[in-house]
């Protein structure tokens, strides 16, 4: 069975009289860690927010390892995590307490909740921090927080917009470490990203959108192939999706 499967899916925010989803089909296997990369306004966020059941798909199928929102909401939510792009995070409440709520957001109490907890702070090296309320934090301190909100229960599927956006190369290569190690204990992975030489190493599979439309997909050595002359993803990226500025949301 798939992790995630896509049929046909389309979205519209205003009443379908246009899409900024359309067509939209993939499948997503147990164990992969899949990026969906395009530039800005391309529909990343409003597709992997639909496969984390944020929003509803206007039409389409989606079924989230054999299971579809509309019937099983609850049951879905316990095998996923979520990493938002805009920080979830309480200002005034320190890590440890913001961790807390989100843990008991996934059933998690007791000394297991608080051994995940230090054991999470102490990957991302912030346990000396965890008294400390988040708006002390910089940005890529807030950034492992927000990853440690999604992961503290372990998903079978973890889905994240941008998790290394605007943080500096230490505070990436901890996060990348850490996704990369839970992929290994079996966590299939979804994420979107415009850091195209991070996908290209992180990612075993890469869907390439834009305008709300899937133009290409392959593993990144396959996507590379596939275009003539190119070395690496951004060339990939520029040939399929041109080198317009986008002012797109
Ligand atoms: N709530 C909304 N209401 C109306 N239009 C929206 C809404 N959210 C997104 N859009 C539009 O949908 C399109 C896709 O946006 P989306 O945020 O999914 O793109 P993205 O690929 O994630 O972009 P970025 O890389 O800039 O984050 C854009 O044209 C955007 O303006």
Do not use: W
């Not at 979205?11 to 989803?21: G, L």
């Not at 927000?146 to 943080?167: K, R, Y």
């Not at 299939?188 to 997909?217: M, P, R, W």
Request: aromatic residues 6%.
């Amino acid at each position: 069975m798939n992790a995630i499967e896509c049929q046909n899916l389309t979205k519209s925010y205003d009443h379908k009289k246009t899409f900024v989803i359309k067509d939209f089909s993939l499948d997503v296997k147990k164990g992969e860690v899949f990026g969906l990369l395009g530039p800005n306004g391309a529909g990343k966020t409003t597709s992997i927010s639909m496969m984390c059941g944020l929003l509803s798909p206007t039409s389409g199928k989606l079924l989230v390892s054999g299971l579809n929102y509309g019937d099983n909401r609850s049951a879905i939510q316990k095998k996923i995590g979520v990493v938002p792009q805009e920080y979830a995070l309480y200002p005034t409440l320190t890590a440890y307490e913001n961790l807390s709520f989100f843990g008991s957001l996934y059933n998690l109490k007791g000394n297991d909740l608080k051994s995940r907890i230090e054991l999470g702070l102490e990957k991302v090296n912030l346990l000396d921090y965890k008294n400390r309320p988040i708006k002390d934090f910089s940005g890529g301190m807030k950034r492992r927080i927000n990853l440690l909100t999604g992961i503290l229960h372990q998903p079978e599927i973890l889905f994240l917009d941008e998790p290394t956006v605007g943080v500096d190369i230490q505070s990436k290569e901890v996060i990348i470490s850490i996704l990369n190690d839970l992929n290994q204990k079996g966590t299939t992975i979804v994420y979107t990203s415009h850091h195209l030489n991070e996908a290209e190493n992180f990612c075993t599979q890469i869907a390439i959108i834009d305008k709300g439309k899937i133009l290409a997909e392959g593993s990144p050595e396959n996507l590379i192939h596939q275009v003539e002359g190119a070395q690496n993803l951004e060339e990939v990226l520029l040939e399929l999706t041109g080198n317009q500025i986008r002012n797109d949301a």
